[in-house]
């Protein structure tokens, strides 16, 4: 079994215990939090590697990187 498999599996079984919005709530609060981590990791790695910096992050802030909706 793959680790995707095995974590689909975890996900299904805590789901399965999900009996209230307020417990709804509570777990996508934690799998945000868990990939917020997650990606303030990598930025924080890619800071030190020198890969990402002050100058890059300035560029990015000017961008609009959504993807345009097309009119009908």
């Known amino acids: ?7 689909q599996l975890e996900l299904m ?3 399965a ?3 209230s919005e307020a417990e709804l ?3 996508k609060s934690l799998l945000a939090h868990y990939f917020a981590q997650k990606a303030q990791k990598a930025i924080d790695k890619m800071w030190d590697e ?3 910096n002050q100058a890059k992050l300035d560029e990015l802030r000017g961008q609009h990187l ?3 909706y097309r009119t009908l």
């Open 13 to 15: 079984n805590a789901v």
């Open 66 to 68: 959504r993807t345009p």
């Open 17 to 19: 215990n999900i009996n």
């Open 50 to 52: 020198g890969t990402f």
């Open 25 to 27: 709530n509570e777990f």
């Open 1 to 7: 079994m793959s680790y995707s498999q095995m974590a």
